[in-house]
């Protein structure tokens, strides 16, 4: 053996550096495995509290810890895996019907929870301080790390813009301010009809019937500043009523439906599957101005099995609208299609609505 051969020589040299990465890697195969046992734990006792049947053996849960381990660093508070695992789990998966039906990748969902909640354990790919007495040099990511939170704060603030109906130059959609036309509507809820002539209140219910259907379905701020103009304006002409003879009242279309909040009670009916027993839906249907425009309060009176397919079908799927979307931006319920893998329940909603209307109907 030759003592001088260069890879002997370099061992003494080199043995902190083998030592420190030795334990970074233990450290990872620490967090793989606390993540992957919280995860199947998480989902075995959700499945346990809510007497669902066991879905652990499908391994989905081991694949979700896995994913979400192999995204945080090794040096990570050990807590934090199992509180992502949670949130993955139990309000990503579970909460929304389970495999199969959340609406986002779990565990990338898990991931950004603990991004934003911790960006700085979660961008920290620096060696930890148990390792810096035999490690010398400590690598990080500072530059690549704020580029990924501020990317997170962007897709956030996306997010938000297309939630109020923004979106940039390129898709040439302006945000719409509703204020004006929101604010002359809650003055006209606050008057008394009967204190007023018959003609010069008629003229104003039609106006504020028209400002509901723009703040409703306008696409262009021209068309809520008109509404709210003319409502302001048929306002303004109003004239008190001094009790006498009045001119009979202009030829006003009379609605089809009463205003108001339906409750109803509807039989969901199982198809030719029999995947499950009929059981009553209830629901809370708001009209006004002969359209739908709220359905609320919705629950049936069967077992637990079924709240996965009432969610789906008011929730819809990646690829369709839930019903209860459909409806109210159509206002009524021509054309309303059914969801998949809840096809039933998507026709309950849709009969309850039908009962609503008949109900509402005028003699």
Same mark, same amino acid.
């Given at each position: 053996m030759h003592f001088w051969n260069p890879k002997i020589l370099r061992m003494p040299y080199e043995m902190p550096y083998r030592l420190g990465e030795i334990r970074i890697r233990? @450290?990872?195969?620490?967090?793989? =495995?606390i993540t992957v046992a919280s995860s199947v734990f998480f989902e075995w006792i959700y499945d346990k509290l809510m007497h669902k049947k066991n879905t652990i053996t499908d391994f989905s849960a081991v694949v979700t810890g896995l994913l979400l381990a192999?995204?945080?660093?090794?040096?990570i508070p050990l807590w934090m895996p199992v509180l992502g695992s949670a949130f993955a789990i139990i309000v990503v998966k579970q909460l929304f019907g389970g495999l199969g039906q959340?609406?986002?990748?779990?565990?990338?969902? @898990?991931?950004?929870f603990l991004m934003i909640s911790f960006a700085g354990k979660?961008?920290?790919?620096?060696?930890?301080?148990?390792?810096? +007495?035999?490690?010398?040099? =400590?690598? +990080?990511?500072?530059?690549?790390? %704020?580029?990924?939170?501020?990317?997170? %704060?962007n897709a956030l603030e996306e997010a938000r813009r297309v939630t109020n109906g923004e979106t940039d130059d390129d898709n040439n959609v302006v945000q719409l301010n509703t204020e004006e036309v929101e604010k002359a509507i809650d003055?006209?809820?606050?008057?008394?009809g009967s204190d007023?002539?018959?003609?010069?209140?008629?003229? =104003? %219910?039609v106006r504020l019937k028209d400002a509901r259907k723009a703040l409703k379905n306008a696409t262009e701020q021209t068309q809520l500043d008109e509404a709210a103009a003319e409502l302001n304006q048929a306002v303004k002409e109003l004239r008190i009523s001094d009790g006498s003879n009045e001119a009979p009242e202009p030829d006003v279309p009379e609605s089809t439906y009463i205003d108001g909040e339906y409750p109803v009670t509807v039989l969901c009916l199982p198809d030719e599957d029999m995947d499950f027993v009929a059981y009553n839906l209830f629901s809370t249907v708001t009209i006004r101005d002969d359209e739908i425009v709220g359905i609320t309060n919705i629950y049936g009176d069967g077992g637990s099995d079924n709240d996965s397919y009432i969610r789906r079908a008011i929730n819809g799927t990646s690829s369709k609208a839930g019903v209860v979307d459909q409806i109210i931006k159509k206002g009524n319920l021509d054309g309303i299609d059914t969801?998949?893998?809840?096809?039933?329940?998507?026709?309950?909603?849709?009969?309850?609505?039908?009962?609503?209307?008949?109900?509402? %109907?005028?003699?």
């Open positions: 233990l @450290g990872l195969l620490q967090v793989v =495995v192999l995204n945080m660093p090794a040096s959340n609406f986002m990748n779990p565990a990338l969902a @898990g991931r950004c979660m961008t920290d790919f620096a060696v930890s301080d148990s390792f810096r +007495g035999v490690v010398d040099t =400590v690598s +990080g990511a500072t530059y690549s790390s %704020k580029g990924l939170i501020q990317a997170v %704060k003055a006209v809820n606050e008057l008394n007023y002539t018959s003609a010069s209140w008629a003229v =104003v %219910k969801v998949s893998r809840a096809t039933c329940t998507s026709q309950a909603i849709i009969d309850a609505c039908q009962q609503a209307l008949n109900n509402a %109907k005028r003699q």
